[in-house]
């Protein structure tokens, strides 16, 4: 034990100077004023600090116990190899950070060579190297919606038709991105592009429509009139926009004579209502004049073609007539006599007796009888 002379606490061994241990009394070792303090905990901080400016390429501090400039004291580590590496590992992993990034399904990417457009980025992982390449990251599969007219409050749904009526039109214009980088390079506002063009283009269809039609049946046409319309305009403008549809949701006149108009428009309904029941009338007798006259006519055609075939008919048989009174007249005059009788007596109501069926006396078997059937049919008419 006397050759380690040093002890335990790595000092020159002159605190005892006989090379024995120092007491243990109180709690442990007391060392003298020569011996080197232990390191508390803010100098360890201290120096952790200084070690972590110096990996970050800052310089080292003055402070510290030695306070010392040598490459070999305390007061900060010197620039290794190991530090620089460490150092350039950091520098790879901030700019891969920086370049390497993630579009989601529903988004493209636009990225630019020192600010121009350089290509288009597709869902996935993608590499832009900063800082030669930045990029911009749009949502291009959700629908924005624009609200033009009332919904907006003042007088932008007011237009004018073309009979010179006005209406308050509210409408809403979807639209998606087919196309980013025309988005991002050739317009500058894209909602209030497509609520300036939506709006003029409306106006223009109202301008050129009538009030009834669109207050009523022409909606739909309208709002397909309206849609094609502004995809047209957008595309000249190359704005990468697309309109997915317009919704008509208001065409009514304005609230202070709306009134006044629903009163028209039921006297307009009343009117088109009496004017269709005037026109069923109308076409009614009509039709039933027509059918009386083509009736009329057909009955004095039926006529006139009965007493020319009936004329035809009573010349042809006095012809026949005329030939068999030439060949025998007495007979001839015999029948034409009793066929005149015939004809004049067939339809007189009397009764002839001939005298020899009564003995010689005209009704002389005859029993009387009073008609009272045919009297009192008689009185009755």
């Known amino acids: 034990m006397a050759g380690n002379s040093g002890g335990p606490w790595g000092g020159g061994g002159s605190g005892g100077g006989n090379g024995q241990r120092p007491p243990q009394g ?89 600010g121009s457009y350089s290509d288009t980025g597709n869902p996935g992982l993608n590499f832009a190297p900063w800082p030669l390449v930045t990029y911009e990251v749009v949502n291009v599969t959700s629908e924005r ?23 308050d039109i509210e409408f809403q214009v979807v639209w998606n991105i087919n196309d980013p980088a025309k988005l991002l390079f050739n317009i500058r506002d894209p909602q209030l592009t497509v609520q300036a063009v939506s709006e003029a283009t409306m106006r223009e269809i109202i301008a050129a429509s009538n009030l009834a039609p669109i207050l009523n049946r022409d909606r739909g046409i309208i709002a397909d009139t309206a849609r094609e319309s502004i995809q047209a305009t957008l595309n000249e403008y190359d704005s990468g926009i697309n309109v997915v549809r317009v919704n008509l949701d208001q065409a009514d006149p304005p609230r202070e004579v709306i009134d006044a108009f629903r009163e028209v428009q039921a006297a307009e309904q009343e009117r088109d209502r009496l004017e269709r029941q005037a026109d069923a009338y109308a076409n009614r007798v009509v039709a039933e004049a027509r059918g009386e006259a083509a009736q009329i006519r057909e009955e004095a055609e039926g006529y006139r073609a009965r007493v020319v075939n009936d004329a035809l008919g009573e010349a042809a048989r006095f012809t026949s007539v005329q030939q ?43 029993v009387p009888y009073l008609p009272l059937n045919e009297l009192r049919r008689t009185g009755g008419n």
């Open 26 to 114: 109180g709690g442990g070792r007391r060392p003298d004023d020569r011996d080197p303090q232990i390191p508390e905990i803010d100098e360890l901080m201290k120096k952790g600090q200084e070690r972590l400016r110096v990996l970050m390429g800052g310089r080292g501090g003055n402070g510290g116990a030695s306070g010392g400039s040598g490459g070999g004291g305390e007061g900060g580590p010197a620039f290794t190899r190991g530090t620089v590496a460490l150092g350039a590992l950091a520098l790879l992993a901030l700019w891969l950070f920086s370049s390497v990034y993630t579009v989601r399904p529903e988004e493209q990417s636009v990225e630019l060579f020192l």
């Open 145 to 167: 919606t624009e609200n033009v007219g009332g919904g907006r409050g003042g007088n932008d749904g007011l237009m004018l038709t073309t009979d010179a009526n006005i209406v």
């Open 324 to 366: 068999e009174y030439a060949l025998a007249p007495e007979v001839t005059r015999r029948r034409l006599y009793l066929e005149t009788m015939e004809t004049v007596l067939g339809n007189v109501d009397k009764m002839i007796l001939d005298e020899a069926l009564s003995g010689g006396q005209a009704g002389g078997g005859v």
